[in-house]
């Protein structure tokens, strides 16, 4: 999935709200290179690919050691995210593929909004 979502980013703009990602530990080598290349100056996030409620997130600062991990997603750190009122938030909506040729996608009618209980900062 995310060597497609990677094409699409080089094919058409509208495909950049996504920051660079990363499988471990497929992408573990990528990941080194692309990161020494950037001189260190992103932070990332990493998150155990099957986990849920937060569990296992880790902020990875500019100069701290990465482990090549089995089973993670590394992204690069949004550091000026969309805010509502200061507020982080996420929205989520529910979709179901059954076809993909011809396309058929199915999505739920309602969805999730979730709002953070303090005001962000990235420091």
Known sequence: MWKNLSRMQKLYTDFNFV????????DFRKFTMDREAENFR???IMKPAASSCGRGIK???QK???KRKPGYVVS???SSPHLIHGFKYDLRIYAMVTSFDPLKVYLFKEG????ATVK???S
Request: glycine share 4%.
């Open 120 to 122: 962000y900062t990235n």
């Open 59 to 61: 902020v990875i600062g």
């Open 112 to 115: 999730l909004v979730r709002f």
């Open 64 to 66: 701290q050691e990465v």
């Open 19 to 26: 920051p660079k990602t990363y499988l471990f530990p497929e």
């Open 76 to 78: 690069q750190y949004i």
């Open 42 to 44: 992103h932070m990332y």
